[in-house]
């Protein structure tokens, strides 16, 4: 016979369990914080998000329907709130500035490559993170060091041409975004190290850049710290990456303390070779110069090498992938877009005839090719998600508890997706920032008002942006106006398929041919390579 008490045992049990499910599954809503989708006890979102085997930002735009401007994810043991509403995102950045200006904490693995968050992107809003970004404008950013740079402008240009003709002649085909990463790097590096690199160094640090991004990237330990321990294989292998990180770019570092050392002076070969690099800049014009003596609060007395390293990696690696991914979106229109490239060519060519050096005070009377750049960074954002913040303490947004402890993650991407804002925002049109266009008086900072935000806005917005969009400018000016761009023999027009990689890129990577504008043949270019 089966006894009452038994009954009730077991009914309280199940009663109990499936309030605890409820209540461990329940991520957003409770306690203040803004809705979300319900998720698993322990894990709460994070295996739905796995399981779903896409990248975490089409997760979010699918959220976003159903949720709306501000929802809560609870993935593992880190908490989310998720922006993607103009408004609530221009109150958070700008409005509230200094209360949303922080970073969340890194992963191990993430502090390994920071040195323990002493770069400019993840120090906390504080002293450290003030003293950097301030020495980053001074010396990357300041007008008399972009004026400086300019020799590394004309240098990376040319070869990039000259790498473009050699392929095209090898393969019949040339490859933007691997070719547009090699340049922008190469003049990364050089404003860092003020020394020209040789190509093959070139191509090793941008494979180390590559390798320590995907390295970066947040994995499952970041998610569930308690998982940590079953993960140290992966550990090791971001120390083996370090360690040829630093063996990559410490000589460099070394070279130039050099070189300071006996203060810019020929050797006794009667050139600035030192360590095997040509050092151009005299010093205190490269931006390892200032680091040198920097003593940033926080940090004990002068950075060490290993400071070094990772500051000037955080020049390369916030400046590469962002600016090609740029270039190969706007190519790609003007292959598929014929007319678009057309009335690019004749205004650069208006402007600058077809031999003179493009300078950076011509790009700036093109306005053209400033509207087919803007319009690129609105239809393709390189990121939908400006870097992780956090509030400085527990605070509020949109009505809804914000604790200091929660990853702030802005999904910009829907700011030029919204066709309230950008009627018909799929269609790639420069004429819309052309006087008399929607988007002519656009404030691409975000300041007053957030209409496009591809370098971010507020506190930490991009402190390059001026110089990311200049490099560009010149670039696309220069292939423009050397190169007709048509797509490859016997192949289709590109596909605009996009994907994520770090940025969000071309599925299949953009591969054109090129007919020279002043020889008039496919001929010509394999001759003349
Ligand atoms: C043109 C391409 C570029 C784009 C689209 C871009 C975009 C961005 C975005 C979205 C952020 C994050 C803002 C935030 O967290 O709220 C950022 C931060 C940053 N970018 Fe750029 N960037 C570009 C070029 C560059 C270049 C060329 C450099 C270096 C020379 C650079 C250095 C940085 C740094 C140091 C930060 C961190 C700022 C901070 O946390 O205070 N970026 N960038």
């Known amino acids: 016979m089966v006894d009452m008490n038994d009954v009730l045992l077991v009914v309280s049990a199940a009663v109990l369990a499936a309030m605890w499910w409820r209540r461990c599954s329940k991520t957003g809503g409770v306690d203040g914080l803004p809705p979300g989708p319900p998720g698993w006890p322990v894990v709460g979102n994070l295996f739905q998000v796995i399981l779903q085997r896409r990248p975490f930002m089409y997760v979010v735009r699918d959220l976003r329907e159903k949720y709306g401007p501000i929802f809560t994810m609870r993935m593992g043991q880190r908490t989310l709130i998720v922006v993607t509403d103009a408004e609530l995102i221009h109150e958070a950045l700008v409005k509230q500035g200094p209360m949303f200006a922080s970073r969340p904490e890194d992963s191990p693995t993430r502090l390994l490559f920071s040195v323990g968050k002493c770069t400019v992107n993840s120090a906390p809003y504080g002293p450290l993170w003030r003293a950097l ?144 690099v040509e050092m151009m800049s005299a010093p205190g014009e490269a931006y390892v110069d200032s680091l040198f003596d ?81 319009e690129t960074f609105r239809r393709h954002p390189p990121s939908h998600f400006v870097l992780s913040h956090a509030a400085t303490r527990d605070t509020e947004l949109g009505g809804y508890r914000v604790p200091a402890d929660a990853s702030v993650e802005f999904y910009t991407a829907w700011v030029t997706e919204n066709p309230e804002t950008w009627p018909d925002p799929e269609t790639w049109r420069p004429e819309r920032f052309l006087e008399g266009g929607e988007g002519f008086d656009t404030d691409i900072t975000g300041t007053r008002a957030l209409r496009m935000m591809p370098f971010g806005a507020g506190r930490r917005i991009c402190p390059a942006a001026t110089l990311g969009v200049l490099h560009i400018q010149l670039m696309l000016a220069n292939m423009v106006r050397e190169f007709r761009w048509v797509p490859p023999a016997g192949e289709g027009p590109p596909d605009p398929t996009e994907t994520f990689a770090f940025t969000v890129v071309m599925k299949n990577p953009l591969r054109a041919a090129i007919v020279e504008r002043r020889r008039g043949d496919l001929a010509a270019v394999a001759a003349s390579a």
């Open 133 to 276: 970004r301030r020495n980053f404008v001074a010396e990357i950013v300041s007008p008399p060091r972009v004026k400086g740079f300019s020799w590394i402008r004309e240098w990376a240009v040319g070869s990039h041409l000259r790498r473009l003709r050699a392929e095209f002649a090898a393969t019949g085909a040339v490859r933007m975004m691997a070719n547009c990463r090699l340049s922008i790097c190469s003049i990364l590096i050089c404003i860092c190290f003020g020394a020209k690199i040789p190509d093959e160094l070139i191509v090793d640090i941008e494979e180390v850049l590559k390798d320590v991004m995907m390295m970066t990237m947040p994995k499952l330990p970041d998610f569930l710290p308690l998982l940590t321990p079953l993960f140290r294989k992966q550990l090791t292998e971001a120390r083996n990456l370090r360690r040829r990180q630093l063996g990559c770019l410490a000589p460099l570092v070394r070279a130039r303390r050099e070189f300071l050392k006996d203060g810019g002076a020929k050797n006794a070969d009667g050139n600035t070779v030192v360590g095997g």
């Open 294 to 374: 920097l003593e940033p609060p926080g940090r004990g007395k002068r950075l060490g090498e290993d400071e070094l390293v990772t500051l000037c990696s955080e020049v390369m690696s916030a400046g590469t992938d962002t600016s090609a991914t740029a270039l190969e979106w706007a190519m790609m229109h003007l292959v598929l877009d014929p007319a678009v490239q057309e009335k690019l060519y004749g205004e650069v060519v208006s402007k600058v005839g077809t031999t003179a050096r493009i300078t950076e005070a011509d790009v700036e009377t093109m306005p053209y090719l400033q509207a087919v750049v803007k």
